[in-house]
């Protein structure tokens, strides 16, 4: 039971260039969630999916778009890469409700030069 | 209000001694109140979270005490120890909104030897 894993662990980009953060969950959870976490503002929620097929916005949702094609896999893309956007990405999953525990992945690190 | 606010922003402790942390939010309906520890590089984990219908939960070493007159909820941590070293994020959610989860900004606590 690997649990919620994440591709890349790292990654820099140039401002402009596009990239896709894959987030993969064997928990058959329902909801999959999206955060970006920065130096003293705590985790800040992207982009989230209730169910396959769906997703819907965040707090912090421009600039980034989402699928989830299958209930497994959450797909987090960068259209056009910003230096705003450096930031580590967490990838979570829960069974059902935002009450329900979060599992979160180890994390991608990426740089926007 | 959505906002969880927590503090202090950075705490150090002596091993053996009690960390307190401590957070406050403004939404009445929020009704479940976890708190996520994290070791650097890794992902957050679920430590422990409480409900609203109880005014204190203890797992071991880690206590929530939880106060809902004040809106407030905070975390012990008896007999501190080296490895309890970790950024501490306390949150906030509700079953009635699926994006309802509202993080903390997070506490960093160093515990010396």
């Known amino acids: 039971n690997a649990g919620v894993t994440q591709t890349p662990k790292f990654r820099v980009l140039k401002t402009g260039q596009s990239m896709t953060l894959l987030c993969a969950q064997d928990?058959?959870?329902?909801?999959m969630y999206w955060y970006r976490q920065d130096p003293g503002m705590g985790l800040r929620l992207i982009h989230y999916?209730?169910?396959?097929?769906?997703?819907a916005k965040g707090e912090v949702p421009d600039g980034y778009n989402v699928s989830r094609l299958k209930k497994q896999n959450f797909l987090l893309g960068l259209e056009s890469a910003a230096p705003s956007q450096t930031s580590v990405y967490f990838c979570?999953?829960?069974?059902?409700?935002?009450?329900?525990?979060?599992?979160f992945g180890p994390g991608t690190r990426l740089t926007v030069l | 209000q959505q906002q969880v606010k927590q503090s202090p922003q950075s705490l150090i402790v002596q091993k053996g001694g009690i960390s307190i942390i401590n957070c406050a939010y403004e939404?009445?309906?929020?009704?479940?109140f976890p708190w996520y520890q994290q070791f650097p590089g890794k992902g957050p984990a679920l430590l422990i979270a409480?409900?609203?219908?109880?005014s204190e939960k203890k797992e071991g070493r880690f206590t929530i005490s939880f106060n809902k007159s004040a809106k407030q909820f905070s975390l012990h941590i008896m007999d501190s120890q080296p490895g309890d070293s970790a950024t501490y994020f306390c949150?906030?959610?509700?079953?009635?909104?699926?994006?309802?989860?509202?993080f903390g900004p997070g506490t960093s606590l160093s515990v010396i030897p």
């Open positions: 949150a906030a959610s509700t079953k009635t909104s699926y994006d309802k989860v509202i």
């Open positions: 928990m058959n959870h329902e909801y």
């Open positions: 979570a999953s829960s069974y059902l409700y935002t009450t329900d525990t979060q599992y």
């Open positions: 409480i409900r609203p219908d109880v």
């Open positions: 939404n009445t309906a929020f009704d479940y």
């Open positions: 999916s209730v169910g396959e097929g769906t997703t």
